[in-house]
């Protein structure tokens, strides 16, 4: 006679045996004996006992398949039919889903209308989450207010307007004026009363005619522009820049103050070779107390850092990853910036500025070793030494002896 093969159904929960008749099926598919069954959640949505429980928000269980299309909340665990998204600033992009409960708890963006964990205020009185702030914002030129990306200035910052007065990234083909090889582009900050601003623009516009062009700057407050000129030698800077125009700004009551300064582009093509343009950083950074004196300013936008001083040598042969705000900028592919000086409507002091800039490329120019190792060349005495044999250079002289720095 064959033997059976009938085998023991067992509760999944106890294993204790269980018979056709006592046996309860789970929706998981799981068998339970009648002990087992009722401590075992019934799902909410098929109404079939479940051995794997997954809770929603409003307290009720589902089961494995009925739980598929519902959403489980981070915060709670809970499952959820309303889902929402919370911008968690913590996490940068990676969004989190919340229930309408939790989100409760949570700010609203203005813009996007998620929940988020952080919000930002915005020109116009919104708040917006990280994200928003990311895509639409950014800080005003001048200030810390958040203004929408198109905007350069918040509505308390934007300057005055002039058609002749261009938008700070203004920058057209340069024209240039005189024979090189060396070339100078003078950049000076004026401040103007805001009820003579008009006066002044037309002024200035008048006499610089096709030379230079007036643009904003985020650091000339409340009222002013920005002197630009064209690439020009030294010496037509010297004989026909217009400096009577400085006097009468100066009669509109145009002023500069210590939060405006001059700075003076000198064309990498002035000069001979990297060796060149070494012994010419070198000569400014060995420097820096009779320079900041003739300078009229320590200024944390010109700053004579060490590194800098160190790296001399990798900016002469190229290098032009560095802080921009250093005593020279090494950054720009066609100039280097001296932005060492304090603003003046004064020409000696103006015309000062650009008689050092050029003076201490022309002097470094033929510097030796010899002249260094015996004549200390480098020194600020041997630069004004030289200086006094070189009419072309007198304004600066004249600046330099009424500083008292002049040897």
């Known amino acids: 006679m064959p033997t059976s093969t009938v085998v023991d ?9 269980v018979t056709d008749t006592t ?11 009648p002990d087992c069954a009722p401590t075992i959640a019934v799902c909410a949505e098929c109404e079939e006992i479940t051995h794997e429980v997954h809770r929603t928000t409003d307290a009720t269980v589902l089961c494995a398949q009925c739980v598929s299309g519902w959403t489980q909340c981070t915060d709670c665990t809970g499952y959820t039919r309303d889902s929402r998204v919370l911008i968690d600033d913590r996490h940068a992009r990676h969004d989190r889903s919340i229930c309408g409960a939790c989100a409760d708890a949570y700010a609203s963006c203005d813009e996007c209308g998620h929940s988020t964990t952080e919000t930002f205020r915005v020109e116009g009185g919104n708040d917006v989450c990280r994200v928003c702030l990311d895509d639409n914002y950014h800080e005003c030129a001048e200030c810390f207010t958040l203004i929408a990306y198109d905007e350069t200035y918040c509505e308390g910052c934007s300057p005055v ?27 000076l900050e004026i401040k103007t009363p805001e009820r ?3 006066d002044a623009v037309d002024t200035a516009v008048d006499h610089l005619g096709e030379l230079a062009y007036l643009k904003e700057d985020g650091s000339i407050r409340p009222c002013g522009f920005e002197l630009v000129t064209h690439p020009m030698s030294h010496e037509y800077a010297r004989t026909r820049f217009p400096w009577p125009l400085l006097r009468r700004l100066r009669l509109l009551g145009c002023y500069t103050d210590t939060d405006v300064g001059i700075h003076v582009h000198l064309s990498r093509d002035g000069f001979s070779s990297p060796a060149h343009i070494y012994r010419w950083l070198k000569f400014i950074y060995r420097n820096e107390i009779p320079v900041t004196t ?3 300013r320590s200024s944390t936008w010109a700053v004579f850092s060490p590194d800098a001083r160190s790296s001399v040598i990798h900016y002469a042969n190229g290098d032009r990853h560095a802080n921009r ?10 100039t280097f910036e001296l932005r060492i000086f304090a603003s003046s409507l004064q020409p000696q002091q103006v ?11 022309e002097y470094t120019r033929s510097l030796t070793p010899a ?6 060349g480098w020194e600020w005495t041997a630069f004004t030494t030289w200086l006094r044999g070189r009419p072309e250079y007198s304004p600066l002289l004249a600046e330099l002896e009424d500083l008292a720095c002049a040897s």
Request: some cysteine; aromatic content about 10%.
């Open 294 to 296: 003739l300078a009229r």
């Open 196 to 198: 003579r601003f008009e």
């Open 23 to 33: 046996v309860t099926a789970t929706a998981a598919g799981d068998s339970l004996c």
């Open 325 to 334: 705000y250093e005593a020279v900028n090494v950054r720009p592919p066609d």
């Open 161 to 187: 307007e002039h058609d002749a007065v261009h938008r700070y990234d203004y920058k057209p083909c340069p024209r240039f004026h005189g024979e090189g090889p060396l070339f100078l582009g003078l950049e």
């Open 351 to 361: 015309q000062a500025a650009l008689a050092f800039a050029a003076g201490s490329v």
């Open 9 to 17: 159904l067992l509760c999944s929960h106890c294993s204790h045996p």
């Open 371 to 376: 002249d260094i190792a015996r004549y200390r």
